[in-house]
T-cell receptor, first 115, second 113 residues
């Protein structure tokens, strides 16, 4: 398995500002993902974070709103830009280990409230 | 339309009792199905994983079943404990890769003393 930490664990932000979430893994992993979990909803994949290149975004998510960096195999950041109340969600980082048959391991999540 | 439907949406059970959660999916092709447990304020943690050829998989007091013909899965919790209070999420993968997972909305389980 993998141990994943996220910072911050929660935050309250004002409309129009941005929040950057950090994801740190205790080992080098091939795949890193960012998800959003809106209240009472299932997880939705935002993007796959690619090491050393631009992230691969899912339909409905764009780089201007959710810029992602992945400078190495153990670290990634997700920024949620120009915040609005609709961005209030839990944001989760996950990783995939090749030896674990595609199972994703999730970080503890970042709970964001936008006022 | 969500390709993974879970029922019930929520349930309350007495400590020590058993319960069964349901997952119906329409995802095709199908590679594997996982059940995750998500405690409040935490990320999901994998409980079981089953491929097309596996009918049942156990992890302690958790037993998952899979009927790939009817595209149904269940998660049975035996002798529930207060620590079982959580959201249980059914996740289906259409391929053997990590991306493109299809998530159910989860069943919120509350175990009361």
């Amino acid at each position: 398995s993998a141990v994943i930490s996220q910072k911050p664990s929660r935050d309250i932000c004002q409309r129009g500002t941005s929040l950057t979430i950090q994801c740190q893994v205790d080992s080098q992993v091939t795949m890193m993902f960012w998800y959003r979990q809106q209240p009472g909803q299932s997880l939705t994949l935002i993007a796959t974070a690619n090491q050393g290149s631009e992230a691969t975004y899912e339909s409905g998510f764009v780089i201007d709103k959710f810029p992602i960096s992945r400078p190495n195999l153990t670290f990634s950041t997700l920024t949620v830009s120009n915040l609005s109340p609709e961005d209030s969600s839990i944001y989760l980082c996950s990783v995939g280990l090749r030896q674990s048959r595609g199972t994703q391991y999730f970080g503890p999540g970042t709970r964001l409230l936008v006022l | 339309k969500n390709q993974v439907e879970q029922s019930p949406q929520s349930l309350i059970i007495l400590e020590g009792k058993n319960c069964t959660l349901q997952c119906n999916y329409t995802v095709s092709p199908f590679s594997n199905l996982r059940w995750y447990k998500q405690d409040t304020g935490r990320g999901p943690v994998s409980l079981t994983i089953m491929t097309f050829s596996e009918n049942t998989k156990s992890n302690g007091r958790y037993t998952a079943t899979l009927d790939a013909d009817t595209k149904q899965s269940s998660l049975h919790i035996t002798a529930s404990q207060l620590s079982d209070s959580a959201s249980y999420i059914c996740v289906v993968s259409p391929t053997d890769s990590w991306g493109k997972l299809q998530f159910g909305a989860g069943t919120q389980v509350v175990v009361t003393p």
